[in-house]
C-alpha cells in the first residue's frame, strides 16, 4: 500500500471526458472541478464540499478517490462509479461520463 502511496503522491493523472473527448491533466492533491477549470473548462458546482452533487459525474474507467470520509452519495452510487468532482482526486487515469447530467453539458472553454 505504500508504494501505492508514493505513486498516487507525485503522478498527474490525465482525465477524459465522454463522449466528447476533451481531457485535462490532474496534478496531485487537486480535485476534478479545479483541474477543469485550471485548464479552461467549466464543470457545474455548487457547494465545493460533497453535499450538494451539483459536480456528480461517473467514472466508467479508472479509480477515484473522496477526499471526504462520507460524500453525499449512497453505497449504490459509490459502487456503480459516481464521484462527487468537487472532492475527488484520480488514483489513475481516468474516462468519466459527460452526459451523466445534464448541467454538464455545460461543459465548455472558459
Do not use: Y
Request: glycine share 8%; net charge neutral.
Amino acid at each position: 500500500m505504500g508504494d501505492l502511496q508514493q505513486d498516487t503522491a507525485r503522478r498527474t493523472w490525465t482525465v477524459r471526458l465522454e463522449p466528447a473527448g476533451v481531457a485535462f491533466d490532474v496534478p496531485p492533491g487537486m480535485d476534478l472541478v479545479s483541474a477543469a477549470r485550471a485548464a479552461g473548462w467549466r464543470w457545474p458546482k455548487s457547494c465545493r464540499n460533497g453535499t450538494c452533487r451539483t459536480c456528480r459525474a461517473r467514472v466508467v474507467e479508472g479509480h477515484a478517490v473522496h477526499r471526504i470520509d462520507w460524500p453525499g452519495l449512497s453505497r449504490e452510487e459509490l459502487a456503480e462509479g459516481w464521484v462527487l468532482a468537487c472532492v475527488a482526486e484520480p488514483r489513475s487515469d481516468l474516462v468519466v461520463d459527460a452526459l451523466c447530467q445534464p448541467d454538464t453539458m455545460s461543459l465548455k472553454p472558459r
